[in-house]
Each structure stands twice: as structure tokens, then as C-alpha cells.
């Protein structure tokens, strides 16, 4: 400890004592909550992935909004 009075110097870091915890991850250690959580952003991109695939098979031709769906499905599905 420093004597009373004494103050820091300008650009001295403080180091954390015992009591303070470092920040947990999102999902801690709970893989069942990661797996249910990264179940359901896959299911999503299939989701919005068959819309405009659907009307594609049917012969209509895909409009912009349509590959831009499709890539925003591929791109949600493969990161993780």
C-alpha cells in the first residue's frame, strides 16, 4: 500500500485485486444453450433460404431481392 496522500502516476495501470472477476463469455460454459442457439441461426438461414429457392424451381426467374435473401442464407449459415 502506498502511504496517505501518495497519488498514481499519470500513466501507472492499476492492477485487479482478488475480488474482481474477468467479464464470462456469452453463453459461459452451457454447450447445450450453444448448440440450441446455433441450431436455431441454421434452421433461420434454411428458412429464409427455401423462399425465394421455392419460386426459382417453379421456373420464375429470381429478382434482386431474391439473391440478395439467398446470399444473406449462405452467408448466415456457413459463419458460427
Not at 47 to 66: D, I, L, R, T
Amino acid at each position: 500500500m502506498s502511504p496517505p496522500g501518495a497519488e498514481a502516476a499519470p500513466g501507472a495501470v492499476s492492477v485487479p485485486g482478488p475480488g474482481s472477476a474477468s467479464p464470462r463469455p456469452l453463453f459461459g460454459s452451457c454447450w447445450s444453450c450453444r448448440l440450441l442457439s446455433g441450431a436455431g441461426l441454421l434452421m433461420a438461414a434454411i428458412w429464409v433460404f427455401q423462399g425465394p429457392w421455392n419460386s426459382m424451381k417453379k421456373g420464375v426467374p429470381p429478382s434482386m431481392g431474391a439473391i440478395a435473401q439467398i446470399t444473406f442464407a449462405a452467408g448466415e449459415g456457413r459463419g458460427g
